[in-house]
């Protein structure tokens, strides 16, 4: 049989090779389109990402929120030596009652509420008062409560030591700390409170007490937690542990799949510290998740990576203000990190390298919006449901989501208004808002659905952030308020300790 002759049309040579180049010139395009698009958004964004921010206006004090402008009638900076600032400071406490000055203490100012601030009052801030030593054979570190964690951890560094418990940025005091008793990434562990061994606490009348679980452990559970209505903060002994040598395992899994993914991933006697966060890009909002664990990865050789500045700080924090309004940038986030970070990331990393590093790498610059923050404490049993309530409340609200980490937290056994009465996972939240009234309204009003949503699920609010919780929902998720600020009163009966938490919440509880 004669084989049939198929014709193939065939390109002159001349045109062939236009062909091929025509091809290559639109690869390179496109390539070059992929490529220029983040580097615009990127260097659109660093363009615009600079310090707008002005010195509030003299006689004024402002928080972390930029929300809450404040006259106050003086700041007072405590002397570093600890033998002047306690006379000075008691003879500062009785010269207020004699004038009838509210008083409120200040560290880093790092809520968001007014926690640090009164109207027409005096601030104590404390953040000169910031001296430490350490007991290396009790693991115990005795610090002034002025000090921030930034100028823990390098001293901590150099003698081998970690903090046992702290938020996951260094920008805070320790006083600050206590008084909203944080806690982050550290897995299995209650909140900061069950790291305090004891305080000195310098009281309304000037007198100086010490608190621990033995010795006044009343006060000693109220003050921790306690938003800084019982009095000042003197020192702190603070349990430590040694610093190591972790590494990360990631895993991106649709949220379905989260909570399975972490109880595989946590079944390891070398799971130390753990976190998640969510996909907040409007196509797949909330509906995966990066699950980060890391394991205690000691090194033969006894070495332990050096403390240094955080890396790629630049490009860090374009990619995360880029998002800011942006649903690319929100998308191009989330490939920055699902996609490049595990390409880029150290295997080896120490604990304190993971805790060395400020909220300033973030922060908000903009001159007409910021960042708020929110965060919820939710039950095993609840997350479905919460989760399907942020789905749903958010984008109704037109929130702009900027992040949502995720961290375990075990029950707290020593706080007196404390949040975690249960095993919890916490949802900390960052929103983008416009600095404007409608812009806090907005804010508000999706504020207190969400906080129905987590109260819904038998959870709780964070209180160190806006004060757009009703006096309701405030009571229904600290049932023991009543009380506690029956004892404020009996602790310090002319109320000499004050800010606008207990302004907005605890005024309304008086007889």
Same mark, same amino acid.
């Given at each position: ?417 404390? /949040? ?41 609010? /964070? ?49």
């Amino acid at each position: 049989m004669q084989k049939r002759h198929v014709h193939r049309r065939r390109f002159p040579l001349k045109l062939r090779g236009k062909t091929v180049k025509a091809f290559s010139f639109l690869a390179l395009c496109l390539i070059a389109l992929v490529v220029s698009r983040p580097l615009i958004h990127l260097t659109i964004t660093a363009w615009q990402d600079r310090e707008k921010l002005p010195a509030p206006p003299t006689g004024f004090l402002n928080d972390a929120s930029r929300m809450n402008l404040t006259h106050v009638k003086e700041v007072w900076s405590v002397p570093a030596d600890a033998k002047t600032a306690e006379l000075l400071l008691s003879h500062l406490l009785q010269r207020a009652h004699r004038e009838g000055l509210p008083v409120s203490i200040a560290g880093a100012r790092h809520s968001m509420g007014g926690h640090t601030l009164n109207p027409d009052g005096l601030v104590i801030d404390m953040t000169t008062f910031n001296q430490m030593s350490l007991e290396a054979e009790r693991n115990l570190l005795h610090v002034q409560s002025g000090a921030r964690w930034s100028e823990i951890i390098p001293w901590l560094d150099q003698r081998g030591k970690s903090v046992k418990v702290m938020q996951s940025n260094n920008s805070f005091t320790v006083g600050g700390s206590i008084s909203v008793n944080c806690h982050g990434w550290q897995y299995g562990c209650p909140p900061i409170a069950s790291t305090v061994e004891s305080f000195r606490l310098m009281r309304a009348d000037g007198s100086i007490v010490t608190c621990s679980r033995t010795e006044n452990p009343e006060l000693f559970s109220l003050v921790l937690g306690g938003y800084g209505l019982f009095g000042v903060i003197l020192d702190v002994d603070l349990q430590v542990v040694p610093n190591e040598s972790y590494r990360l395992q990631q895993a991106v899994v649709p949220v379905e799949q989260a909570l399975e993914t972490f109880d595989a991933l946590i079944d390891h006697p070398d799971a130390t510290l753990a976190f998640a966060r969510m996909n907040v890009t409007p196509d797949q909002f909330l509906q995966e998740v990066i699950i980060n664990v890391l394991y205690r990865e000691p090194d033969p050789n006894q070495r332990i990576p050096e403390l240094s500045e955080p890396e790629q700080a630049s490009l860090r924090r374009y990619i995360f203000r880029g998002s800011g309004g942006s649903a690319y940038g929100k998308k191009l986030r989330w490939q920055a990190e699902t996609k490049l970070q595990p390409h880029l990331q150290k295997q080896r990393v120490s604990r304190n390298q993971l805790f060395n590093e400020g909220v300033e790498v973030f922060e908000n610059r903009s001159a007409d919006h910021t960042d708020i923050l929110h965060e919820y404490f939710v039950p095993r049993a609840g997350l479905p449901e919460f989760v399907a309530a942020l789905q749903e409340i958010i984008p109704r609200h037109e929130g702009d989501l900027l992040n949502v980490t995720i961290r375990q937290i075990e029950a707290d056994q020593d706080t007196f208004l404390r /949040y975690a009465d249960q095993p919890l996972f916490a949802f900390v939240m960052l929103f983008y808002q416009s600095r404007t009234a409608t812009g806090d309204q907005q804010m508000e009003a999706m504020t207190v659905e969400l906080i129905d949503a987590a109260l819904e699920v038998d959870g709780c609010y /964070y209180l160190p952030y806006r004060l757009h919780a009703t006096p309701r929902q405030f009571h229904k998720a600290y049932p023991q308020a009543e009380e506690f600020f029956a004892l404020k009163r009996k602790y310090d009966p002319r109320e000499l300790f004050q800010n606008q938490f207990y302004r907005k919440y605890g005024f309304s509880m008086k007889d």
